[in-house]
Each structure stands twice: as structure tokens, then as C-alpha cells.
């Protein structure tokens, strides 16, 4: 057998009875003759506490690299008391196990704290603490800089840390159990015909990522796609011997290629800003996004079109969260840009359709704009690449929208169905 690495979220060790439950899955691998590496979140909610504790003493903002540094002493607390849990719980139960904190993994990062990156992990000791029989149980979400100091790698580093292990191990594969039983083809929550994909490949698991689907955190992703880790999502609300097949996400060589459009996902959390009247000529737009670059706002989106009157209208879409800060920035930069006004839009959501088959085959972007176009929904921006298209439309029509395209694209079918009605042009 091989050296086998899971991962829990924090639903699934969200109090005692979840870690027990948790605790069985670890138990099952092991018995089964795998060397296993479990890695955990803090329990639900807990994260949230510790944030908020941290805040409420922490210093002022012109002390603010300090405050990030001992913040992130705080937050990290979360994961360590979930792994020492599960450590004791499979202790109780007869197993030699032990918890293992980011710095003793050897899991260096750099200091950004908050939002820090792994720089690389020596995996030799816990690679020989499970071969020899001990299920090593690592707190996620941390790490350690050359300073010495504790970091954390900003919401969802679980999923990172547990990508970054099995690549160190050079693990068969990682294993992240969550509150559902696979990636589906939408979120069920919108639509009950939503079906779970058997196989995905890594670059349409980054698409979905990146453009709405919460199941896996972007940057675990990209690791994973970096150094070929087999991924595999599941449940851990199922009984441990129970039928639990999960996604696997993988090389594209590895998955059936039957569906030309594998999700369909929305992102609520959009904004966008359009400038009128912006003088037509050279530098214009660079001044635009130099400044917006300079104050850590991301662009996605980006249209230029003739002004009614004269020059151009530039339009973008950004995060939500990013859109207070872009608009102080872009006000504060007017004379320099030369713009007449500006347009905030917050109602607005993202629809992204994504597969690997769109690569080879006709007629994607065609059923996409039909299908929206069909039930009178307008379209404010477009962006592509080679297995995604997504589109920027009112917020009040999400909904519909996902559930069209979703039809549209035969998702609602069995796979085998769906191929055999699209064809060539889906």
C-alpha cells in the first residue's frame, strides 16, 4: 500500500461527534495498510472567533505588520486544537497517533502573513512517521517563515496545506473530505437536476475555482495541477464503509470525454465600474489600471467602446470587496485620467460556462448567447479562454440563468444522454 493523505474541513470536525467520525476514515485507511497523513481544519466557526478575538486587542494600523504577525499567532490556535483532538480520539481508540504543528512539518512560507505562500515543506520526518505506522494528524492553514514566525495562509490553506503534503510525500493521493459528495455540474441549491462529475480535469477545476464553486480553495488547485496530485473530493457525512466514490480531479488524459461542457458556475461576489467619456488616445487605459494595480484591485472584465459624445467608456468588473477602494482610487485620480464620470454597478453577478471540450468543438458560445438571449437577459461583459466563457448580467437573473444554461447543455442527462444529443455543436 501506498502513503495516503487526508484532509477535513470544518464541518467535518465540527465538534466531538464529527471528529470521532473523521477519526474512522483515518482508521480505515490505516487498517488498510496505507501510511496516513490527515490534515484538518480549525472546527466550524472557529477561525471567524479567533479573527475577531485578534481584532478586538490588536494595535493600531500604524502598527500594522505586528499585529498581522501575532494575528496570525492567534488564528493559527484554530487547527491545532482540532489535530491534537483527532490525535487523542485515535489514541483512545488503540492507534499510535500524534498532532503535528505547520513549523514541525517543515512547512516554510514566506512572511506575508495573512496570505502567506509555501515556499516548500521537508517531508522527510512525517514521511517516516507515517511509514512506520503513526497516523500523523497536521494542523492546516499554517506555516512558518525564516523568521521564525507562525503564519497562516488565508481562508481555505487547509486545502493547500494538504496539496503541498501529499506532493512532499509524493502521496498516491490526497483525499479532501467536505460537507458534500463530490463537484457538480451546478450548485444543487439552484437546481435539483445539478449531477456530481465523476472526473474533472485540473484545468477545469481551477475554472470552477476561480468562478464561484466553493469546494476547493483556488490556490490547492493550481499545486495540485503543478505536481500532478490526484485529487479526490468526498463526503465525510457517509458512513466510512459506505459507497462514497467522490470526484476525482486529474490529468485531462485520465477523464472520459463525453460532456463538451462540464459546469456551469455563478460568482456573486462582483462589481462593476465604468468610466465615461475617457479621452481616446494612447496611455489612457494604462493610467487606468496602473492606479487600481497600485491599490491591490483585481480586473477581470474589460470593454472599451466609443463615448456617445467623445473619447471612449471603459468598463471592468472586480471583486465586491474591492470596489470602495477602486472607487476612492479612480476619484482621486480624475484629473489624471480625464474621465467625465464614473458608473458603480454592485447588482451584478458572474455566469461562467466551463469545459475541456469546448477546446475541439463548435457552437459553445452560440448556445450560451441563444439560450440567455432567449429569456430576454442582457448581457454587460464577456470574457473567454479556452475552456470558459463567462458573461456579466443583472444579479436578479442568476438563477434563471444557471438553470437555462445548465439544460442547455444537456447537464441535467446522464452523460452518455448528453453526448449523444450534442455532438459536435452542443
Keep these: 500500500m501506498g502513503r495516503i493523505v487526508m484532509k477535513f474541513g470544518g464541518t467535518s470536525v465540527a465538534d466531538l461527534a464529527r471528529i470521532r467520525h473523521a477519526a474512522a476514515f483515518a482508521r480505515r485507511e490505516a487498517d488498510a495498510g496505507n501510511s496516513v497523513a490527515v490534515v484538518v481544519s480549525a472546527m466550524a466557526g472557529e477561525t471567524n472567533r479567533l479573527v475577531d478575538l485578534a481584532a478586538s486587542a490588536g494595535p493600531p494600523d500604524a502598527a500594522l505588520d505586528v499585529r498581522n504577525v501575532e494575528a496570525d499567532a492567534v488564528v493559527a490556535t484554530g487547527e491545532q486544537v482540532t489535530s491534537a483532538m483527532l490525535a487523542?480520539?485515535?489514541?483512545?481508540?488503540?492507534?499510535?497517533?500524534?498532532?503535528?504543528?505547520?513549523?514541525?512539518?517543515?512547512?516554510?512560507?514566506d512572511a506575508a502573513h495573512g496570505r502567506a505562500r509555501i515556499a516548500g515543506i521537508d517531508g522527510d520526518a512525517l514521511g517516516e512517521a507515517v511509514d512506520n505506522g503513526e497516523i500523523a494528524i497536521v494542523a492546516g492553514f499554517q506555516g512558518v517563515s525564516d523568521a521564525g514566525r507562525v503564519t497562516t495562509l488565508g481562508r481555505g490553506g487547509s486545502d493547500t496545506t494538504a496539496v503541498a503534503l501529499a506532493a512532499a510525500l509524493k502521496a498516491e493521493r490526497c483525499?479532501?473530505?467536505?460537507?458534500?459528495?463530490?463537484?457538480?455540474?451546478?450548485?444543487?441549491?439552484i437546481t435539483k437536476q445539478a449531477r456530481r462529475n465523476d472526473r474533472l480535469s485540473y484545468e477545469e477545476m481551477l475554472e470552477m475555482a476561480s468562478l464561484g464553486a466553493k469546494v476547493l480553495q483556488t490556490r490547492s488547485v493550481e499545486l495540485a495541477m503543478a505536481h500532478r496530485v490526484n485529487l479526490r473530493v468526498l463526503s465525510s457525512f457517509v458512513a466510512p464503509d459506505a459507497d462514497n466514490p467522490g470526484t476525482v480531479i486529474c490529468d485531462e488524459e485520465e477523464t472520459m470525454e463525453q460532456r463538451i461542457v462540464s459546469a456551469i458556475t455563478v460568482s456573486r461576489d462582483e462589481a462593476r465600474i465604468s468610466l465615461l467619456a475617457v479621452p481616446d488616445e494612447p496611455g489612457r487605459a494604462a493610467r487606468i489600471f496602473t492606479i487600481l494595480s497600485d491599490h491591490d484591485v483585481n480586473v477581470d472584465m474589460i470593454i472599451q467602446s466609443p463615448a456617445r459624445t467623445a473619447g471612449a467608456n471603459i468598463s471592468f468588473t472586480l471583486p465586491e470587496s474591492d470596489l470602495d477602494r477602486a472607487e476612492a482610487a479612480i476619484a482621486a485620480a480624475k484629473g489624471d485620467i480625464g474621465y467625465d464620470r464614473v458608473e458603480p454597478d454592485r447588482d451584478v453577478v458572474k455566469v461562467s460556462v466551463i469545459g475541456v471540450g469546448m477546446r475541439s468543438h463548435t457552437g459553445v458560445a452560440s448556445t450560451m448567447f441563444r439560450t440567455l438571449a432567449d429569456r430576454q437577459i442582457n448581457i454587460h461583459n464577456i470574457s473567454t479562454s479556452e475552456i470558459k466563457i463567462s458573461v456579466l448580467i443583472d444579479a436578479e437573473y442568476a438563477e434563471l440563468a444557471v438553470r437555462a444554461l445548465h439544460q442547455a447543455y444537456g447537464l441535467d442527462k446522464a452523460a452518455a444522454d448528453a453526448a449523444s444529443e450534442t455532438g459536435a455543436r452542443p
Design 88 to 109: 487523542l480520539t485515535l489514541q483512545n481508540l488503540g492507534y499510535r497517533a500524534r498532532s503535528w504543528q505547520g513549523w514541525q512539518v517543515g512547512l516554510k512560507t
Design 175 to 189: 483525499d479532501i473530505y467536505t460537507d458534500v459528495d463530490g463537484v457538480y455540474t451546478t450548485d444543487p441549491r
